[in-house]
C-alpha cells in the first residue's frame, strides 16, 4: 500500500476512534436527545456523518473513473499528505457553517444512525483503497468552505470533519452536564450540595473512563504505559481489566478514588484495553498503538546512513553501552549510582550500592527534605538515541522506583535537556549528551529533587532535526513517567541549539512542555539558514560580482546587521545547506560540515557519490520537507523570488536607486547544491508550507 494511502486510512481509523469515545461517554438515554433547541442529537450528528462520508465516497467513486479515462499517472511522491490540508479550520468549532439541507439528518436512532455510518465507512474505504498508488493530487473537486481540494485532501478532509462533530458531541455532553447542575442546585441545600461535590470528587459519578497518563493513546512506545481508569461511584469492586483479551486487573493499584496501572506486553501496533467496572456490566474500550522503542512514531522513515555509537558512549563508571546490538543501535539498559561527596564538587561513582560511603554528602530538596547526594543513573537507547534519566535516589535504603513507589525525594517535575550547535548533526546517534546530566547547574537541579532526562538526539550538534528531537522528547518524558510516576510539571531547558529546539518542539507538541527555561536563544536552525542564504548571496555580491558597489556602511544598512562580523557571521551560518565538499568561497565558510565518526565513502559528492548522504537542515529533515524524484534531494524552502534587497536601506536614503537597482538584478539565488546561480532560488511550494 502506498505510504499516503496507509497515512489517510490511519488518521480515518484514529478519527473514528475519538469519535467513538465521545459518542459512548453520552449516556444511552441523551442519545436521541436534542441538547437544545435547533440543535442536533448525538445520533442526529453520527447520522450526518454517514451521509457526508457517502457522498465522499461517491466522489471519489466518481473523480477515480474520470481519471483513469484520462491518464492519470501513478504517485511519485510519498510526502506526508495531512500537513497540506488545513485541518485546524476544519476541526476548529468557533468557525460556524450551516450544512447543506441535502446532508441533514432524517431522524435515524442512535443505533440505526451507526449502522449508516458503518455502512459509508466500508464504501469509503473500499474508494481508498481503490485509488491506492494514483496521483490523486492531480484529481481535484471544489469545497465551499475550503475551495479546490484535491481527492488525498477530501479523504483527509472525512477525518477532520468526524473530528470538528466528536467535539460537538463532547460540547453537547458539557452543556448536558452543566444543566443537570444547575438543576440539582435549586432542589438541595447549599450544605446537601457541598457534600454532593465533596464526593463526586473521590469517584466518577459516569460511566468507567480510561485515561492514557504517560502519553497520548495513539503514541505509545516499548511496550508499556501508564492508564488510569476512573469507576463509577456505585462500583462495588476493583475494576476488571482485559489488554487484547488477557485478564490484567492485578496490574491496577487504588489511587485517590481511580486505579492506575502500568500495563506492560503491549503488541506492536493496535491494542485494545477493555474495562468493567460498572455495576450493570456495561464495557469501555480504549485502542492503544505502541510502537517499537527504537521507533519511528510519527518522524518518518529511519534517517539513513545511520552510525551507532554506544560502544564509545561513557557511562558513570568509565565503562560504555558496549557493542550495538542491531541495526537500529539498541544496547541493554545500565543503571548506576553516583553520590557527591563532602565539600565535592563532582560526583563520584558509587560503588557499592547497599552501604553509602562516610563521605556522602546531604541535600536538601526543594520540599524541605534532607537525603544523602545519590543520584541513579540510567542509561539505554531509544529511538535509537541514548538516553539517560537520572534523579535522587538511595539504592541501600530507598524501593526501587515506579509509578506507585516514586523516588521519595523526587519532587515530582521533570526537566528535558537540549544540547546545542547544528552543523554536523546528521547521520549518527552521538556519542556524548549535548549537556551532561550530571555535571553545570544540573548539579544543583538534582540536589533540589528534579528528575533530568535528555537523549543524544536531543543534542543539535548530533541530530540536526528538531521533529526528530521533538519525537525523542516524547518518548523519553514516557519512559520518565513509567519509570518514576507523573510529574506535577514538565519544563525544557537549553542554551543556543537547546534554546531554539525547546521553542520548536513546544510549538510541534503542544502540552509536551509546560514552560521552557532557555538563553542565548536564536531563531530556530532553518530561520538561520535562510537568513544565512539571504547574507551569503549579498556576501557574494559585495566581495565578487562588484567589490566597489557599496560602501561599508551601506553594506550594514542593505544587510540589516549590526556590523561586517555578524553580516559576515551569518554568511557563513549557510554552510548547513551547503552539501558539496571542499568549496572555496569565503573567509570562514565550511561546506559539507561532517562528524569524522560519518564514514567518507557515505557522503554525498557530486561528482564521486551523487547518491550520498547529503549534509544539509533540509536532508537532515527530508521526511518534513518531502524529496524530490528528480533528484532524490530534500525539498528547499528557501526562496528569494520579488525579495528586494536593499529597500529599506533606499527608502532611507542610504544608497542610491541606481545602486538598488544593480544589486537586485545581479544578487542571483543558488542551485539545489548551494552553488551560486545568476537567476533567483523558487523555493518548493510544499517544502515552504511545512517549514
Given at each position: 500500500?502506498?505510504?499516503r494511502?496507509?497515512?489517510?486510512?490511519d488518521?480515518?481509523?484514529?478519527?473514528?476512534?475519538?469519535l467513538?469515545?465521545?459518542?459512548d461517554?453520552?449516556?444511552?438515554?441523551a442519545?436521541?436527545?436534542t441538547?437544545?433547541p435547533?440543535?442536533?442529537?448525538?445520533?442526529?450528528?453520527?447520522?450526518?456523518?454517514?451521509?457526508?462520508?457517502?457522498r465522499?465516497?461517491?466522489?471519489?467513486?466518481?473523480?477515480i473513473?474520470?481519471?483513469?479515462k484520462?491518464?492519470?499517472?501513478?504517485e511519485?511522491?510519498?510526502?506526508?499528505?495531512?500537513?497540506?490540508?488545513a485541518?485546524?479550520?476544519v476541526?476548529?468549532?468557533?468557525?460556524?457553517?450551516?450544512?447543506?439541507?441535502?446532508l441533514?439528518p432524517?431522524?435515524?436512532?442512535?443505533?440505526?444512525?451507526?449502522?449508516?455510518?458503518?455502512?459509508?465507512?466500508?464504501?469509503?474505504?473500499?474508494?481508498v483503497?481503490?485509488?491506492?498508488?494514483?496521483?490523486?493530487?492531480?484529481?481535484?473537486?471544489?469545497?465551499?468552505?475550503?475551495?479546490?481540494?484535491?481527492?488525498?485532501?477530501?479523504?483527509?478532509?472525512?477525518?477532520?470533519?468526524?473530528?470538528?462533530?466528536?467535539?460537538?458531541?463532547?460540547?453537547?455532553?458539557?452543556?448536558?452536564?452543566?444543566?443537570?447542575?444547575?438543576?440539582?442546585?435549586?432542589?438541595?441545600?447549599?450544605?446537601?450540595?457541598?457534600?454532593?461535590a465533596?464526593?463526586?470528587?473521590?469517584?466518577?459519578?459516569?460511566?468507567?473512563?480510561?485515561?492514557?497518563?504517560?502519553?497520548?493513546?495513539?503514541?505509545?512506545?516499548?511496550g508499556?504505559?501508564?492508564?488510569?481508569?476512573?469507576?463509577?461511584?456505585s462500583?462495588?469492586a476493583?475494576?476488571?481489566?482485559?489488554?487484547?483479551?488477557?485478564?490484567i486487573?492485578?496490574?491496577?493499584?487504588?489511587?485517590?478514588?481511580?486505579?492506575?496501572?502500568?500495563?506492560?506486553?503491549?503488541?506492536?501496533g493496535?491494542?485494545?484495553?477493555?474495562?468493567?467496572?460498572?455495576?450493570?456490566?456495561?464495557?469501555?474500550?480504549?485502542?492503544?498503538t505502541?510502537y517499537?522503542?527504537?521507533?519511528?512514531?510519527?518522524?518518518?522513515?529511519?534517517?539513513?546512513?545511520?552510525?551507532?555509537?554506544?560502544?564509545?558512549?561513557?557511562?558513570?563508571?568509565?565503562?560504555?553501552?558496549?557493542?550495538?546490538?542491531?541495526?537500529?543501535c539498541s544496547?541493554?539498559?545500565?543503571?548506576?549510582?553516583?553520590?557527591m561527596?563532602?565539600?565535592?564538587?563532582?560526583?563520584?561513582?558509587?560503588?557499592?550500592?547497599?552501604?553509602?560511603?562516610?563521605?556522602?554528602a546531604?541535600?536538601?530538596?526543594?520540599?524541605g527534605?534532607?537525603?544523602?547526594?545519590?543520584?541513579?543513573?540510567?542509561?539505554?537507547?531509544?529511538?535509537?538515541?541514548i538516553?539517560?534519566?537520572?534523579?535522587?535516589?538511595?539504592?541501600?535504603?530507598?524501593?526501587?522506583?515506579t509509578?506507585?513507589?516514586?523516588?521519595?525525594?523526587?519532587?515530582?517535575?521533570?526537566?528535558?535537556?537540549?544540547?546545542?550547535?547544528?552543523?554536523?548533526?546528521?547521520?549518527?546517534q552521538g556519542?556524548?549528551?549535548?549537556?551532561?546530566?550530571?555535571?553545570?547547574?544540573?548539579?544543583?537541579?538534582l540536589?533540589?529533587?528534579?528528575a533530568?532526562?535528555?537523549?543524544?538526539?536531543?543534542?543539535?550538534?548530533?541530530?540536526?532535526?528538531?521533529?526528530l528531537?521533538g519525537?525523542?522528547?516524547?518518548?523519553?518524558?514516557?519512559h520518565?513517567?513509567?519509570?518514576?510516576?507523573?510529574?506535577?510539571?514538565?519544563?525544557?531547558?537549553g542554551?543556543?541549539?537547546?534554546?531554539?529546539?525547546?521553542?520548536?518542539?513546544?510549538?510541534?507538541?503542544?502540552g509536551?512542555?509546560?514552560?521552557?527555561?532557555?538563553?542565548?536563544?536564536?531563531?530556530?536552525?532553518?530561520s538561520?539558514a535562510?537568513?544565512?542564504?539571504?547574507?551569503?548571496?549579498?556576501?557574494?555580491?559585495?566581495?565578487?560580482?562588484?567589490?566597489?558597489?557599496?560602501?561599508?556602511?551601506?553594506?550594514?544598512?542593505?544587510?540589516?546587521?549590526?556590523?561586517?562580523?555578524?553580516?559576515?557571521?551569518?554568511?557563513?551560518?549557510?554552510?548547513?545547506?551547503?552539501?558539496?565538499?571542499g568549496?572555496?568561497?569565503?573567509?570562514g565558510?565550511?561546506?559539507?560540515?561532517?562528524?569524522?565518526?560519518?564514514?567518507?565513502?557515505?557522503?554525498?559528492?557530486?561528482?564521486?557519490?551523487?547518491?550520498?548522504?547529503?549534509?544539509?537542515?533540509?536532508?537532515?529533515?527530508?521526511?518534513?520537507?518531502?524529496?524530490?524524484?528528480?533528484?532524490?534531494?530534500?525539498?528547499r524552502?528557501?526562496?528569494?523570488?520579488?525579495?528586494q534587497?536593499?529597500?529599506?536601506?533606499?527608502?532611507?536614503?542610504?544608497?542610491?536607486t541606481?545602486?538598488?537597482l544593480?544589486?537586485?538584478?545581479?544578487?542571483?539565488?543558488?542551485?539545489d547544491?548551494?552553488?551560486?546561480?545568476?537567476?533567483?532560488?523558487?523555493?518548493?511550494?510544499?517544502?515552504?508550507?511545512?517549514?
Amino acid at each position: 500500500m502506498h505510504p499516503r494511502t496507509r497515512e489517510l486510512l490511519d488518521y480515518l481509523e484514529t478519527q473514528r476512534a475519538i469519535l467513538r469515545a465521545a459518542f459512548d461517554a453520552v449516556p444511552p438515554d441523551a442519545r436521541d436527545r436534542t441538547p437544545a433547541p435547533g440543535q442536533w442529537s448525538p445520533a442526529a450528528i453520527v447520522e450526518h456523518l454517514a451521509i457526508v462520508d457517502g457522498r465522499i465516497a461517491q466522489l471519489l467513486t466518481t473523480k477515480i473513473a474520470e481519471g483513469r479515462k484520462n491518464g492519470v499517472g501513478p504517485e511519485t511522491s510519498a510526502d506526508p499528505i495531512l500537513p497540506t490540508l488545513a485541518v485546524e479550520r476544519v476541526v476548529d468549532r468557533t468557525i460556524r457553517t450551516e450544512a447543506p439541507e441535502r446532508l441533514h439528518p432524517s431522524g435515524l436512532d442512535a443505533s440505526a444512525a451507526w449502522d449508516a455510518l458503518e455502512r459509508s465507512t466500508v464504501s469509503l474505504r473500499d474508494a481508498v483503497a481503490a485509488c491506492d498508488g494514483l496521483a490523486l493530487s492531480t484529481l481535484t473537486h471544489p469545497h465551499p468552505l475550503l475551495g479546490p481540494l484535491s481527492l488525498y485532501h477530501w479523504i483527509a478532509f472525512a477525518g477532520a470533519h468526524e473530528a470538528r462533530h466528536a467535539a460537538q458531541i463532547r460540547e453537547t455532553s458539557t452543556q448536558r452536564t452543566q444543566r443537570t447542575q444547575r438543576k440539582r442546585i435549586t432542589l438541595v441545600s447549599f450544605v446537601s450540595f457541598v457534600l454532593m461535590a465533596s464526593l463526586s470528587a473521590q469517584r466518577s459519578a459516569g460511566p468507567v473512563g480510561i485515561r492514557v497518563l504517560s502519553t497520548r493513546a495513539d503514541r505509545v512506545s516499548g511496550g508499556d504505559v501508564l492508564v488510569a481508569i476512573a469507576a463509577p461511584a456505585s462500583a462495588k469492586a476493583p475494576p476488571i481489566v482485559l489488554l487484547n483479551g488477557r485478564d490484567i486487573s492485578s496490574s491496577f493499584h487504588a489511587d485517590h478514588g481511580s486505579f492506575v496501572g502500568l500495563v506492560t506486553g503491549l503488541a506492536i501496533g493496535r491494542n485494545q484495553l477493555k474495562v468493567t467496572a460498572d455495576p450493570e456490566g456495561r464495557e469501555q474500550t480504549l485502542e492503544v498503538t505502541n510502537y517499537p522503542i527504537h521507533g519511528p512514531i510519527i518522524s518518518g522513515p529511519h534517517q539513513d546512513p545511520f552510525v551507532c555509537q554506544t560502544d564509545t558512549f561513557k557511562l558513570p563508571d568509565g565503562t560504555t553501552l558496549g557493542a550495538p546490538a542491531d541495526a537500529n543501535c539498541s544496547a541493554p539498559t545500565k543503571i548506576q549510582y553516583v553520590y557527591m561527596p563532602k565539600d565535592g564538587k563532582e560526583f563520584k561513582p558509587l560503588a557499592n550500592t547497599r552501604a553509602l560511603p562516610d563521605d556522602v554528602a546531604t541535600t536538601t530538596t526543594l520540599s524541605g527534605r534532607s537525603v544523602p547526594f545519590v543520584v541513579r543513573v540510567e542509561t539505554g537507547t531509544m529511538n535509537r538515541g541514548i538516553y539517560q534519566n537520572v534523579v535522587l535516589h538511595d539504592p541501600a535504603h530507598d524501593p526501587a522506583p515506579t509509578p506507585f513507589t516514586p523516588p521519595p525525594a523526587w519532587n515530582r517535575r521533570l526537566i528535558a535537556l537540549h544540547g546545542t550547535g547544528c552543523p554536523g548533526g546528521w547521520y549518527r546517534q552521538g556519542g556524548v549528551m549535548g549537556v551532561n546530566p550530571l555535571a553545570g547547574a544540573s548539579i544543583a537541579r538534582l540536589g533540589e529533587g528534579y528528575a533530568i532526562f535528555t537523549n543524544t538526539l536531543n543534542h543539535p550538534t548530533n541530530s540536526c532535526s528538531p521533529f526528530l528531537a521533538g519525537e525523542t522528547t516524547m518518548m523519553g518524558k514516557e519512559h520518565a513517567i513509567e519509570t518514576f510516576g507523573v510529574p506535577d510539571f514538565t519544563v525544557s531547558m537549553g542554551s543556543s541549539g537547546g534554546a531554539y529546539t525547546s521553542l520548536q518542539i513546544a510549538d510541534e507538541f503542544p502540552g509536551l512542555f509546560d514552560g521552557i527555561l532557555i538563553n542565548a536563544t536564536f531563531p530556530d536552525a532553518l530561520s538561520i539558514a535562510l537568513a544565512g542564504s539571504d547574507a551569503r548571496l549579498l556576501a557574494h555580491y559585495v566581495e565578487v560580482t562588484d567589490p566597489s558597489a557599496l560602501t561599508d556602511a551601506q553594506q550594514i544598512a542593505v544587510g540589516g546587521y549590526s556590523g561586517l562580523k555578524a553580516f559576515a557571521d551569518a554568511a557563513n551560518q549557510s554552510q548547513r545547506t551547503d552539501p558539496v565538499p571542499g568549496r572555496i568561497d569565503r573567509a570562514g565558510y565550511n561546506s559539507a560540515v561532517w562528524n569524522a565518526i560519518v564514514p567518507a565513502n557515505a557522503r554525498y559528492d557530486p561528482k564521486t557519490n551523487p547518491k550520498g548522504a547529503r549534509p544539509t537542515v533540509f536532508d537532515a529533515a527530508r521526511n518534513i520537507y518531502g524529496v524530490d524524484p528528480k533528484t532524490g534531494f530534500a525539498r528547499r524552502p528557501f526562496d528569494n523570488v520579488g525579495v528586494q534587497y536593499g529597500l529599506a536601506a533606499l527608502n532611507a536614503g542610504v544608497i542610491t536607486t541606481k545602486q538598488f537597482l544593480d544589486l537586485n538584478e545581479k544578487i542571483g539565488g543558488f542551485d539545489d547544491d548551494a552553488n551560486y546561480s545568476a537567476s533567483r532560488s523558487s523555493g518548493d511550494a510544499g517544502a515552504i508550507r511545512r517549514a
